[in-house]
């Protein structure tokens, strides 16, 4: 089972960038506010639905936000893969995902929302009532209460929020890949599910590595750039990621550009 190269990740997202790098700002734009249109529509919707039960309706939220977000962020990649091929790239490309392999996609990203939002379902509803209460942070007594409170709820519920953390991060971590799979290879859900899982946590130590490097990277290189670096950085960040699959992939013969480049800089 392969191993990724961390740094080549990060060299090779660069790369993948800087061969589109204005197609790849331009959706980075229309990205964002795409997202924020969806996710407002998600707000209304769980308003709508609430008489289902806060929980439910938050599901439901979570599960067309990140339905949303996935099927747009997944264009970065379609673009990406074509472009290594050195096949022609039109913007449209980047919505490639709403044409392609949307039922197998959904029904990963449905999945990875139920486990996302498991915690929801188990976690006692005096933790729920905590975080959507209100409060007045001037009253110093009050915060305090509050505080207390707190510490009482996450004591008597130590052991299930801890389960609970262990399943989100298990899978989470396990099924990192699975997105990948499903939108652009095809594969049903269990099998997009299992490709990954092992393959994700045999590099654990590497994408722990990574995932270091690329926050200090973005934080520094954001503050650098007064933020506005971060049409650069984000869509770069996620070309990295995508890097991260492709190099777990099972490359067809020929030569690979981003290899080359990189011989040819060195």
């Known amino acids: ?7 080549y990740a990060l060299q090779a997202g660069w790369v993948r960038y800087k061969n589109k790098a204005g197609m ?10 795409a997202s924020v249109l969806v996710a407002q529509v998600a707000t209304g919707l769980a308003g709508m639905l609430g008489f289902m039960g806060v929980r439910l309706a938050t ?5 067309v936000v990140g339905a949303g977000s996935m099927f747009l962020s997944m264009g970065f990649a379609h673009v990406a893969r074509k472009d290594e091929r050195g096949e022609s790239v039109e913007f449209g490309d980047f919505f490639h995902a709403f044409k392609v ?3 197998q996609l959904f029904g990963v990203v449905l999945i990875t929302t139920l486990i996302g939002q498991i915690g929801g379902f188990f976690m006692p509803e005096e933790i729920s009532a905590l975080g959507s209460g209100q409060f007045d942070f001037n009253n110093m007594d009050e915060m305090q209460m509050v505080f207390e409170d707190m510490a009482d709820i996450y004591a008597e519920n130590s052991g299930i929020i801890v389960l609970v953390a262990l399943v989100q991060i298990v899978f989470g971590v396990g099924f990192m890949f699975s997105t990948y799979r499903a939108s652009m290879e095809g594969e049903e859900l ?8 092992p393959r994700a946590w045999k590099n654990f130590l590497r994408l722990l590595i990574l995932g270091l490097m690329v926050a200090v990277l973005a934080m520094v290189l954001s503050l650098l750039t007064l933020f506005i670096g971060l049409l650069v950085i984000i869509p770069w960040l996620i070309l990295v990621q995508y890097d991260i699959y492709d190099q777990l992939c099972d490359k067809p013969e020929g030569i690979d550009p981003i290899v080359e480049e990189f011989e040819y800089d060195n």
């Open 101 to 103: 392999n949307q039922k």
């Open 24 to 33: 790849y700002t331009a959706y980075t734009i229309v990205f964002f506010i």
């Open 190 to 197: 269990m099998e997009a599910l299992q490709w990954s899982f």
């Open 1 to 7: 089972m392969k191993k990724i190269d961390p740094f």
């Open 59 to 63: 599901l439901i939220m979570s599960l």
